[in-house]
């Protein structure tokens, strides 16, 4: 889940959508590539400085096994943390051999079976989201409907044909996902025609309200299906996670 533009969604629908397939016992891991850590917060999952993270996996100093832990949302949900010691990765893993492969290897080479890897980017397009476009098969962006909604995404898909040129020929755009949406106004329904008009059948027909549900929900360390599941923001991603998988959403273990 990428998009260097903040708050538009991305924790929020990187969260929902795994406790969406996990609730149908299909065995979902999130990778937290945020510092903020925000995706492991909603799957009251802990992630002070100390604790192991997706931080030293990138540095190569543990496997991805190791910081893997079990999500309180569902049994088939799992998460590895991001701690506030990734801030600093970016420029740590400068100097490192295919610095922008540390992801991809350490997915590959991870022993815990998962039918889905959903990776939620940090606000950026630096080394790490880099690290989550190289080890990624899909990519799904995040798009909230308000004015400059398309605002800065050219430079985020130059940076996807950059990498499909030189370092993941497999990596596809193939889910557009429209957030935020307020029925009130005549903006976010200009929103989502410019953007089925840029984008065509990418967009996923479901789009999420505006609902506090979903805002309030990382509060008390949950996802916004087990906060509040008879919410609209928790239908609609029940929703939007059936319409992934009726288009053929292919579980393989690393799929985003």
């Known amino acids: 889940m990428a998009n ?80 506030i010691d990734l801030a600093g990765a970016e420029i740590e893993l400068v100097s490192l051999v295919a610095r922008e492969n540390r992801l991809h290897r350490a997915i590959q080479s991870m022993k815990r079976e998962v039918d889905y890897v959903l990776i939620d980017c940090p606000p950026s397009l630096g080394l790490l989201t880099v690290n989550a476009l190289v080890a990624a098969r899909e990519l799904l962006i995040p798009i909230q409907c308000e004015y400059y909604a398309l605002e800065g995404l050219g430079m985020l898909l130059r940076n996807v044909e950059l990498v499909q040129a030189h370092l993941n020929q497999d990596l596809r755009l193939s889910t557009i996902l429209l957030t935020m949406y307020d029925s009130r106004t005549r903006l976010a329904d200009q929103v989502v025609h410019e953007v089925k008009e840029h984008f065509g059948d990418r967009v996923l027909g479901t789009t999420i309200p505006r609902n506090v549900r979903l805002a309030e929900a990382p509060s008390y360390g949950q996802s916004a299906l087990t906060y509040d599941p008879t919410s609209r923001g928790s239908l609609s991603y029940l929703a939007a996670a059936r319409e992934l998988a009726e288009r053929g959403f292919e579980p393989n273990g690393a799929d985003v």
């Open 4 to 83: 260097q533009k903040g708050g538009v969604g991305k924790t929020t629908t990187t969260v929902n959508l795994a406790a969406a397939l996990a609730s149908h016992g299909i065995r979902v891991l999130v990778i937290d590539l945020d510092p903020q850590g925000n995706a492991s917060t909603a799957l009251g999952v802990d992630h002070h400085s100390g604790v192991p993270s997706i931080y030293e996996v990138l540095l190569g100093d543990r496997p991805l096994d190791e910081v893997i832990v079990a999500s309180t949302e569902a049994p088939e949900l799992f998460c590895a943390p991001a701690t």
